[in-house]
């Protein structure tokens, strides 16, 4: 009975998350006798959509196979800035995708790049943070990490935040490398293969835990500001228990928002932690926030629409499931922006939740989140296909 529902939690997770418990229930399913990893569902057909968005491609560039991890796109001012899993990082022009340099590192890479105008960083499958100068892509310094890390190294306040598999966050010095703090958390036994990313404000460090926690550290000495239970892990098998929160957190000055696995989409209080709203919403994928709502990509690919003062649903869109949705961007004009399984960008209307526009960049998977600027959104597939798209009604 137990291999059952553990297969059957298996079929109907996302693919990454699949593939990572597969690893880890090994033993048992082998224990168990004959029993197989069940196929994954296909993706929906899509079906014809009314074209009131043009995507526009203003350019495209190759920066090399960055495969099935957190590789999104690090726009600045004037840059692209893309790593591939071979350790490769690639700036290229904001503006045309010419391409400025290539810094060839020779490591192996699980996750994309972090960092901002003046110095980048990215970590390898052994733990290692690498900065980069942003202008060049010359090394500036090397840190070693507790352990793998497999999200973008977060950067700002003077400070470079890494979150490692252990579920420790550290924070480094961005001059030097060398370690400010360190703060340890066991995960459980059993999580899915995948993190959010710290999220840094002015004075604190917010992270999401695999057992359903929100952790608030003071950014100075990574003391324990405050913590909230977002969601309690129930069931009887660890499948059944899993809580973690993958989706990367999002705030504004009325709150912080996030959603996390088998669980809850929820608003906090910054200051306290108190939970103002919490809704059940299971979601692995990822959240966007945009003017008044909340967008939360279900692990079932539902997309929904949340009112981000009470948690009502707005409106929810369940036309592409399985179709394996990346986190959202948005338009300049504030409608919504996902890659999917099958190399498409997608456009659903911000008031409706309908399709509106669609073209597909390559046949790869697009699981990064789109980056937006203030005139175009930047892509990144799994197959190092990065372009620039723009919006026209």
């Known amino acids: 009975m137990r291999k059952l529902t553990v297969l059957r939690a298996l079929a109907e997770m996302p693919v990454l998350r699949r593939m990572a418990l597969t690893t880890c229930l090994t033993g048992m399913l082998f224990i168990a006798g004959c029993a197989s990893e069940p196929e994954p569902t296909p993706p929906a057909t899509l079906t014809a959509t009314t074209a009131e968005v043009n995507l526009l491609r203003l350019w495209s ?17 004037d840059q692209v800035i893309v790593a591939n899993r071979k350790g490769k990082v690639s700036s290229f022009s904001r503006e045309t995708g010419m391409r400025r340099w290539t810094r060839e590192l020779d490591v192996r890479l699980n996750s994309g ?155 906090i209080e910054p200051t306290r932690g108190q939970v103002i709203w919490s809704v059940p919403l299971s979601a692995g994928a990822g959240i966007g926030l945009h003017e008044d709502s909340l967008i939360v990509v279900g692990d079932n690919d539902t997309v929904y629409r949340l009112d981000k003062q009470t948690g009502q649903t707005i409106w929810s869109n369940e036309t592409m499931p399985a179709r394996r949705l990346s986190p959202p961007a948005f338009t300049p004009a504030g409608d919504i922006v996902l890659g999917d399984v099958e190399g498409y960008v997608h456009v659903l209307d911000f008031k409706t939740g309908k399709a509106i526009g669609r073209t597909r960049l390559t046949e790869e998977p697009i699981n990064a989140r789109p980056i937006a600027t203030d005139d175009a959104v930047i892509v990144q597939a799994t197959d190092g296909l990065v372009a620039a798209y723009r919006f026209a009604r």
């Open 61 to 77: 560039s190759r920066a090399g196979e960055a495969g099935r991890g957190r590789f999104e796109p690090l726009v600045t001012d």
């Open 113 to 267: 790049v972090g960092g901002d105008e003046d110095r980048l960083y990215v970590a390898d499958i052994d733990g290692m943070v690498h900065a980069l100068n942003s202008a060049t892509g010359e090394s500036l310094w090397q840190a070693a990490a507790s352990s793998e890390i497999l999200v973008p190294v977060a950067s700002g306040f003077g400070v470079a935040v890494v979150r490692s598999t252990d579920g420790r966050v550290s924070a480094l010095n961005p001059e030097d490398g060398s370690e400010r703090w360190s703060v340890s958390n066991t995960p459980p036994a059993l999580t899915l293969n995948g993190y959010s990313r710290p999220l840094l404000l002015k004075g604190g460090v917010l992270t999401g835990l695999d057992d359903g926690r929100l952790l608030a550290l003071n950014m100075s000495n990574g003391k324990l500001i405050w913590e909230t239970v977002i969601s309690v892990p129930t069931g009887r098998s660890e499948v059944e228990r899993l809580v973690d929160i993958d989706a990367d957190i999002v705030l504004d000055d009325e709150g912080i928002y996030l959603a996390n696995y088998q669980g809850k989409a929820a608003r």
